[in-house]
C-alpha cells in the first residue's frame, strides 16, 4: 500500500520536467529507435549496403551539425568514408571538364581535316605550308602547325618521306611509257612444257609474242628483244621502262637491248607478282581462253596458237581498260540505232571455233 503510493507520487513529480522537455525528449526518442531499426536492418543485410550520390551528399551534409565524435554511433559508414565523400563533393563542385565553353581556340570542323588528308593523299610531295596555301585558297583559313597536327594524328609521315609515288600511282602516272614481260609455260600433250616470251604495253594493252621455244637461255631472250624493237619500229621510241621479274633467264645481255634505247629496266621484288599484275592478267586470260581447251603437240604448234591469239587480242578482243575497244581500234565504235535493221552477223572461226568473232556485213 505504501509502496504503490509512493510510485504514484513520483511518477507524478516526473511528470512535471517531462512536459517541459516533450519536445527534445521525443525528438531524442525518435533518433534512438530509428538508429536501433538501422542497426537491426544492418544486422538483417546479407550484403554491404550500396549508396547513391544522393544518400552521400545528406550524409555529408548532416555531418557538419553533429559532433565528430557521435559519426560512429550515427553514420551507417565509418568516418574517413565520410570525409572522403565530402571530398569528392567538393571536388565535383570545382570540376569544369564537361563545361560547354571550353576555354582557347575552336576546334577544326571535321570537314577541314577531311580535306587536309585528301591534299596529302592526293599530293604526296606537299608539305604543311604547301597545303595550307591551298586551303587558304579554298577559303579555309588555319595554320601549318594545325596542318602538321591534323597529319600527325592521321599517321601521315612529312612531305619528304611520302614524297615517293607508290607502285600503283607510277604505274598510273607512266602507263603509255610502259612495256612488260613475262614469260608463260605451256605443256604439250606429252607432258613436255615450253615456253613463250609475251610483252604487253601498259598504255594500248597491245600483246607481243615474242617466240616459242623449249630451252629458253640468256642468249635467246637477247634476241627475242632485238626482234621487238625491229617489230615496234618507231613506237618503241615512246618508252621509257620495262618491267620484269628477277629470272635468270633475262640477265644483262636482255636488259643491254633496252639501255641502248634509253629503256630503264625495273625489276619486280622477289616474289611479287602483283607487281607485274597486267602481265599476270593477260597470262590468266590465255589460260581460261586458249590453252585450257586445246592440246597442244609441238613446239611449232605452240607457237602458232599462241600467235593467233595475239591477232584476235589486239584486233577484236574488247578490254574494259580501253572502253571495250581492242588494243588496235583508233576511235569509238558506232553504236548501232537501228535494231530492227536487216543487216547480217558474220562470225568469224579462229583457232577453229574455239574463238568466234562478230561483225556485220557492210
Known amino acids: 500500500m505504501i509502496v504503490s503510493l509512493v510510485y504514484r507520487v513520483t511518477r507524478k513529480l516526473l511528470s512535471v520536467p517531462a512536459v517541459l522537455l516533450r519536445r527534445q525528449t521525443s525528438r531524442d526518442a525518435e533518433l534512438l529507435v530509428l538508429r536501433h531499426q538501422n542497426a537491426v536492418l544492418r544486422r538483417q543485410l546479407a550484403s554491404p549496403v550500396r549508396y547513391q550520390w544522393v544518400d552521400r551528399l545528406w550524409f555529408a551534409a548532416l555531418s557538419s551539425l553533429i559532433p565528430r565524435r557521435r559519426w560512429a554511433q550515427v553514420f551507417p559508414v565509418t568516418p574517413g568514408t565520410l570525409v572522403g565523400w565530402h571530398r569528392r563533393l567538393v571536388a565535383r563542385r570545382w570540376d569544369y571538364s564537361e563545361c560547354r565553353i571550353k576555354p582557347g581556340r575552336p576546334a577544326t570542323a571535321k570537314a577541314v581535316k577531311e580535306l587536309v588528308l585528301r591534299l596529302a593523299r592526293e599530293n604526296p610531295r606537299w608539305c604543311c605550308r604547301r597545303i595550307q596555301g591551298e586551303l587558304d585558297r579554298l577559303g579555309h583559313r588555319i595554320g601549318a602547325s594545325t596542318v602538321w597536327k591534323i597529319l600527325a594524328a592521321a599517321g601521315v609521315d612529312p612531305a619528304p618521306r611520302r614524297a615517293g609515288p607508290t607502285w600503283r600511282e607510277f604505274l598510273t602516272s607512266q602507263a603509255e611509257a610502259i612495256i612488260a614481260c613475262d614469260f608463260l609455260h605451256i605443256d604439250l600433250v606429252d607432258l613436255r612444257r615450253v615456253y613463250a616470251l609475251i610483252f604487253l604495253e601498259y598504255g594500248t594493252r597491245r600483246l607481243h609474242i615474242a617466240g616459242v621455244t623449249a630451252h629458253p637461255t640468256a642468249q635467246w631472250t637477247r634476241q627475242q628483244a632485238r626482234n621487238l624493237v625491229l617489230e615496234m619500229g618507231e613506237r618503241f621510241e615512246a618508252l621509257r621502262f620495262v618491267i620484269r621479274d628477277r629470272d635468270g633467264k633475262y640477265a644483262e645481255p636482255f636488259d643491254a637491248v633496252f639501255a641502248a634505247e634509253d629503256i630503264e629496266t625495273v625489276k ?76 547480217r552477223l558474220l562470225r568469224t572461226r579462229v583457232l577453229g571455233g574455239l574463238i568466234n568473232e562478230y561483225r556485220y556485213a557492210a
Open 268 to 343: 619486280t621484288a622477289p616474289q611479287s607478282p602483283r607487281m607485274n599484275a597486267h602481265c599476270e592478267r593477260v597470262i590468266g586470260t590465255l589460260r581460261r581462253e586458249l590453252l585450257d581447251h586445246v592440246l597442244i603437240w609441238n613446239e611449232a604448234q605452240a607457237r602458232h596458237v599462241v600467235e593467233t591469239y595475239a591477232q584476235h587480242y589486239n584486233g577484236h578482243r574488247p578490254h574494259q581498260a580501253r572502253g571495250q575497244l581492242p588494243p588496235l581500234a583508233d576511235d569509238q565504235t558506232t553504236p548501232l540505232t537501228d535494231l530492227d535493221s536487216k543487216r
